[in-house]
């Protein structure tokens, strides 16, 4: 069975602070593919970053980072110098490939709240 | 460019009523898929539309049904409310065709409060 476990539920930091969410996945599959979704209080879910099962290169975008690793089925998200601004809940989901390289469904996890102080 | 668009922002019906949920996709996006967001979870796929037929269920009742236009518009209707469905509706459109097609765009959701 396909599951997303997000274990903290809240956290919250002081501005400029590092800050790691943390995401483990379950699948049987071996093609499949991983995001992260930005969920601020508007409610739109804001798409951060894909990444696929055949690709462990971490990855950075300014202040983001991810760190993919298959061996601990883990796809964390850090947010380095963090900002008020990133205020907002965080989802990490898994797709699995279907007819054919077509993406599945997404299955999110209970999403982590982050909440950052001035 | 437009993104995905929903309508209407909010609504409150009343236990066994049925309702009606829009969504416009992406413009380029072909392929729509609905899920519903109770307060403080994830999201849970209700069921996904492509060339106008239900591809893909996720694990939700038969009162739960949509419908996908020509010009990939879709419509998500639910039959006999139940105090239960009272959650963000939520519509993600992607285009399978693209080397982007794993990336879904969601549109700012449906606020459906049953009483």
């Known amino acids: 069975a396909q599951k997303v476990t997000q274990a903290q539920t809240e956290i919250s930091v002081v501005e400029k602070e590092d800050v790691t969410l943390d995401c483990v996945y379950e699948?049987?599959?071996?093609?499949?593919?991983l995001f992260w979704y930005k969920q601020p209080p508007s409610g739109e879910l804001v798409f951060l970053i894909r990444?696929?099962?055949?690709?462990?290169q971490n990855e950075i975008s300014g202040r983001y980072s991810w760190n993919f690793q298959k061996s601990t089925s883990s796809f964390n998200f850090t947010i380095t110098a963090s900002q008020v601004v990133d205020s907002a809940v965080y989802f990490c989901?898994?797709?699995?490939?279907?007819?054919?390289?077509?993406?599945?469904?997404?299955?999110f996890g209970k999403g982590t709240k982050l909440s950052v102080k001035p | 460019d437009a993104g995905v668009t929903q309508s209407p922002t909010h609504l409150i019906k009343t236990r066994g009523q049925q309702v009606t949920l829009r969504c416009s996709p992406k413009s380029g996006h072909d392929t729509v898929s609905w899920y519903q967001q109770a307060l403080g979870q994830g999201p849970q796929f209700i069921f996904q539309?492509?060339?106008?037929?239900?591809?893909q269920r996720g694990n939700f009742p038969d009162r739960f049904s949509g419908h996908q236009f020509p010009n990939y518009s879709s419509e998500l209707n639910v039959n006999a409310l139940l105090l239960g469905d009272s959650a963000l509706y939520l519509c993600?459109?992607?285009?399978?065709?693209?080397?982007?097609?794993?990336?879904?765009?969601f549109g700012p959701g449906t606020r459906l409060t049953v009483t």
């Open positions: 993600a459109s992607s285009d399978p065709l693209t080397s982007r097609s794993y990336e879904q765009y």
């Open positions: 699948t049987r599959d071996t093609t499949y593919y």
């Open positions: 989901a898994l797709s699995e490939a279907v007819d054919g390289g077509s993406q599945g469904n997404l299955i």
């Open positions: 990444r696929n099962s055949f690709d462990e």
């Open positions: 539309y492509y060339e106008e037929e239900e591809r």
